[in-house]
């Protein structure tokens, strides 16, 4: 039987791999192990990957940002906050998390998982979350929104369009794309997603970046979804 003190953990960013030393912790952020980006808006360092009694564990050690991490099927998913930790138990962990307007991916390997890959997907038609179902329109909102993430190549970033630019998209009124929006986030806030009602203060980009990041690491859209935004819509 295969032991955690036998397994490696390998990074993977914008097509680039880190190897994690068992003797230190492996940071991640804007000046870590893992320079992701020199987004102001970014920890200098958000996440580390550590080895404790023989566990490999990533954690939060930022002081304002939150992440999502999923299994590679997105079946799995759980929101870190900071001071947070969370054994790593998978094949492949998917770590998305947004700084601003931006929202970035990072993909963690462990040679020898705990875990197995979870069951398989089965769709039937609309777009389910626990007992929360999106329309076709709602679906569209989180397309057009995660667009520049589900074109990038590999893992990585993308900055999150505007509403304004996300509605000229889609041919809608702002007014419409508004409202549905207010829909989309209302429902997964009800189902329980973190980050979706903003505080007093709050500006509407971070409920957009937060939309997307969970929509991604959660695979509630994915890249096969982008034809939706080339069928005729509504205005």
Same mark, same amino acid.
């Given at each position: 039987?295969?032991?955690?003190?036998?397994?490696?953990?390998?990074?993977?960013?914008?097509?680039?791999?880190?190897?994690?030393?068992?003797?230190?912790?492996?940071?991640?952020?804007?000046?870590?192990?893992?320079?992701?980006?020199?987004?102001?808006?970014?920890?200098?360092? !958000? =996440?580390?990957?550590?080895?404790?009694?023989?566990?490999?564990?990533?954690?939060?050690?930022?002081?304002? !940002?939150?992440?999502?991490? %999923?299994?590679?099927?997105?079946?799995?998913?759980?929101?870190?906050?900071?001071?947070?930790?969370?054994?790593?138990?998978?094949?492949?962990?998917?770590?998305?998390?947004?700084?601003?307007?931006? %929202?970035?991916?990072?993909?963690?390997?462990?040679?020898?998982?705990?875990?197995?890959?979870?069951?398989?997907?089965?769709?039937?038609?609309?777009?389910?979350?626990?007992?929360?179902?999106?329309?076709?329109?709602?679906?569209?909102?989180?397309?057009?929104?995660?667009?520049?993430?589900?074109?990038?190549?590999?893992?990585?970033?993308?900055?999150?369009? *505007?509403?304004?630019?996300?509605?000229?998209? !889609?041919?809608?009124?702002?007014?419409?794309?508004?409202?549905? =929006?207010?829909?989309?986030?209302?429902? =997964?806030?009800?189902?329980?997603?973190?980050?979706?009602?903003?505080?007093?203060?709050?500006?509407?980009?971070?409920?957009?970046?937060?939309?997307?990041?969970?929509?991604?690491?959660?695979?509630?859209? *994915?890249?096969?979804?982008?034809?939706? !935004?080339?069928?005729?819509?509504?205005?």
């Amino acid at each position: 039987m295969t032991t955690p003190d036998q397994s490696k953990v390998t990074v993977e960013f914008c097509g680039e791999w880190y190897e994690v030393p068992r003797d230190r912790p492996f940071g991640i952020g804007r000046d870590a192990d893992l320079e992701v980006d020199a987004n102001p808006f970014l920890h200098r360092r !958000l =996440l580390e990957i550590g080895c404790i009694n023989d566990m490999w564990l990533l954690t939060n050690v930022g002081s304002r !940002l939150a992440v999502t991490v %999923t299994d590679r099927g997105g079946r799995m998913h759980s929101w870190l906050a900071p001071g947070a930790r969370l054994p790593l138990v998978f094949e492949q962990t998917v770590v998305v998390f947004s700084a601003g307007p931006t %929202t970035y991916e990072v993909n963690v390997h462990l040679s020898e998982p705990l875990f197995g890959e979870l069951g398989g997907q089965t769709s039937s038609g609309q777009t389910t979350i626990g007992m929360t179902e999106f329309t076709e329109s709602q679906k569209l909102i989180m397309v057009v929104l995660a667009e520049p993430m589900l074109l990038r190549d590999g893992s990585g970033r993308s900055d999150v369009p *505007t509403n304004t630019k996300a509605a000229e998209r !889609l041919g809608w009124a702002l007014t419409r794309f508004n409202r549905k =929006l207010d829909n989309v986030c209302d429902k =997964l806030d009800r189902a329980g997603v973190k980050g979706l009602r903003g505080a007093p203060g709050d500006h509407a980009m971070n409920r957009r970046a937060r939309l997307v990041e969970y929509a991604i690491a959660a695979r509630l859209v *994915t890249r096969a979804d982008l034809a939706l !935004l080339d069928q005729p819509q509504e205005a």
